[in-house]
């Protein structure tokens, strides 16, 4: 089993940056993807970024690609979504998702989810 806990969202204005934190407990396997999914309301499950824990791989949906960066620190147990120039449209919950998955978009094939950390972006 594996426990994902997410912080760091908050309320700020258009323009701000946030960091968000994913902190993993359990047994991890170093072959894991570890995502970064947003659900606005009334949408579905999104893809934000993902990367390979072990191999530095990255993939990021398009909406984010410039302004946001995963990154991961083993050593922690920790994978961060840094957000940068953010804009009301990425307003959601934030979720960390871990699993055995190449299809790194698809939220279905991850086995693993934390709670959720709401973001908010005000104009």
Not at 44 to 73: L, M, Q
Request: one cysteine or more; aromatic letters at 14%; glycine letters at 12%.
């Amino acid at each position: 089993q594996v426990q994902l806990v997410e912080s760091g969202g908050g309320l700020v204005q258009a323009g701000a940056s946030l960091r968000l934190s994913c902190a993993a407990s359990g047994r991890i396997d170093s072959s894991y993807t570890m995502g970064w999914f947003r659900q606005a309301l009334g949408k579905e499950r999104d893809i934000v970024a993902a990367c390979s824990w072990s191999g530095g791989t990255t993939y990021y949906a398009n909406s984010v690609k410039g302004r946001f960066t995963i990154s991961r620190d083993n050593a922690k147990n920790t994978v961060y979504l840094q957000m940068n120039s953010l804009k009301p449209e990425d307003t959601a919950v934030y979720y960390c998702a871990a699993g055995w998955t190449t299809n790194w978009g698809f939220s279905k094939s991850y086995d693993y989810w934390g709670q959720g950390t709401q973001v908010t972006v005000s104009s």
